[in-house]
């Protein structure tokens, strides 16, 4: 119905995730309107994303340097490593501003049934940081999801650890109750869990 | 006027949830009533999700579903029946009902209710949750032997699956679909008497009483197990344990 290179932009935009056929078309059109340097910007920044942008050689995150910035900044607190599942679970904990030790990017979570297992994600780096005969690690924040992976890999992470590093304080992120949400909605895992952690006043 | 048509309500269990699109997840259930049933949760991701974590795997649920255009219902309502939370705090555990949702995935893949099926998982789960300890080669076997019968395929192990001889049982033949005498063991493998007997003991006991044997045993009946799906059922049965 349209020439060839628009329907290859449509069918590439259709790619990205939570784009629909209607929405990849609606864009293709914006791209088609907009000026020829915005457009040229556009195709920049994805080529430029794919060049430059990798992992991080200490922590795994998105890094267009050998070290990401995190682990670049000597202002940041060597003795605590916070784990999380993906490069995107960094930037809501930097935006909390509540923590300013490193990170470690395991790169997903573990799951045999899918085939995801200890090998496949960046857990024996981690060991490797933390017994590093510089290592002044005392503390490892789990911060995987609290999903049933994110879970099990928190629990494998867990066991190992206390093996491997015992004088390591292994933590794991508070699960509850959202700020601002009604109880009565409050689903019974998360309550049982927000009770368990409850804190004295 | 067209009505728009009423929300189904039926049990189920989630057996896999995966991440779609910013925020949604789309489920894989298992029902009592409607056998596996593909459901889109639009927002279940967000913290702010009216479902919270009710919709994680595992969970025992009083379901709505709403059936619309496409092959996904999408999920309207949930009430918890059973979270398993004990369950969540053990790593054998975790493994374990993932294995046991996995083998309920892939031998009732269709709609076809099997309300004997949605029970018997519901049983396993509620037993890994209340005694997570139980997680292990044994009782993930015998779940496993009773799916099989679920199935229609249960290994015959009372005589020669061959020749019918009720003596001389020493082998397994998954084309066959059980035991084989020693004239007949050249179409299987060895089946040692501990493993035939754990084999049969577990489908003749609950599973909270399932019978435990030596390793060597229950490697020879899991491979029985995932000869006789391979054969019978055409599925391929992941291991029971993590390797």
Redesign the interface.
Same mark, same amino acid.
Do not use: I
């Given at each position: 119905m349209y020439p060839q290179p628009v329907e290859r932009l449509v069918t590439e935009l259709g790619r990205l995730p939570g784009i629909g056929s209607r929405t990849a078309q609606r864009l293709a059109f914006h791209i088609l309107r907009a000026s020829d340097e915005e457009a040229a910007a556009l195709a920049d920044s994805i080529r430029e994303v794919k060049d430059r942008v990798g992992e991080c050689e200490r922590c795994f995150n998105l890094a267009d340097r050998p070290l990401c910035p995190i682990c670049e900044d000597p202002r940041r607190d060597d003795s605590v490593i916070c784990v999380v599942e993906e490069p995107s679970d960094v930037l809501p904990m930097e935006r909390t501003h509540e923590y300013r030790g490193r990170y470690h990017v395991l790169g997903g979570a573990l799951s045999p049934i899918d085939g995801v297992d200890v090998d496949d994600l960046h857990i024996a780096e981690l060991y490797a940081r933390i017994a590093e005969a510089q290592s002044s690690v005392s503390e490892v924040v789990l911060a995987t999801n609290p999903t049933t992976t994110g879970e099990a890999t928190a629990l494998h992470l867990a066991a190992a650890l206390r093996e491997r590093s015992p004088d390591v304080a292994v933590t794991r992120l508070a699960s509850g109750l959202p700020v601002g949400a009604d109880l009565e909605y409050a689903d019974e895992v998360t309550l049982g869990k927000a009770f368990a952690g409850r804190r004295a006043l | 006027m067209v009505g728009v048509p009423a929300p189904l309500k039926t049990q189920g269990i989630v057996l896999r949830?995966l991440r779609y +699109? =910013?925020a949604d997840r789309i489920l894989h259930l298992y029902t009592p009533d409607l056998g596996r049933v593909g459901a889109i949760a639009k927002g279940v991701r967000k913290? /702010?999700s &009216?479902?919270?974590? /009710?919709l =994680? $795997?595992?969970f025992h649920l009083h379901l709505l579903l709403h059936r619309g255009r496409g092959e996904l219902m999408t999920v309207t309502g949930a009430e918890?029946v059973a979270?398993h $939370?004990a369950l969540?705090? #053990? +790593?054998g555990a975790? #493994?374990a009902a @993932? /294995?046991a949702c996995?083998a309920v995935a892939r031998l009732f893949e269709t709609s076809e209710p099997h309300p004997q099926v949605f029970w018997l998982l519901a049983n396993e789960l509620g037993l890994l949750d209340r005694e997570p300890g139980r997680a292990g080669h044994a009782n993930a076997l015998a779940f496993r032997l009773k799916l099989l019968v679920a199935a229609g395929i249960a290994p015959q192990l009372s005589g020669c699956a061959s020749c019918g001889d009720a003596e001389h049982l020493i082998g397994f033949s998954g084309a066959a679909g059980g035991v084989v005498c020693a004239a007949c063991e050249a179409s299987g493998f060895a089946l040692e008497r501990d493993a035939h007997a754990f084999m049969a003991d577990s489908l003749g006991r609950p599973l909270a009483e399932a019978p435990d044997a030596p390793e060597r045993a229950l490697r020879q009946a899991e491979r029985a197990i995932i000869e006789t799906a391979e054969h019978h059922a055409h599925v391929r049965l &992941?291991p029971a344990l @993590? @390797?």
């Open positions: - | 949830s +699109a =910013e913290p /702010r &009216r479902f919270g974590g /009710r =994680e $795997p595992f918890t979270g $939370p969540r705090q #053990d +790593a975790l #493994d @993932a /294995r996995d &992941r @993590a @390797a």
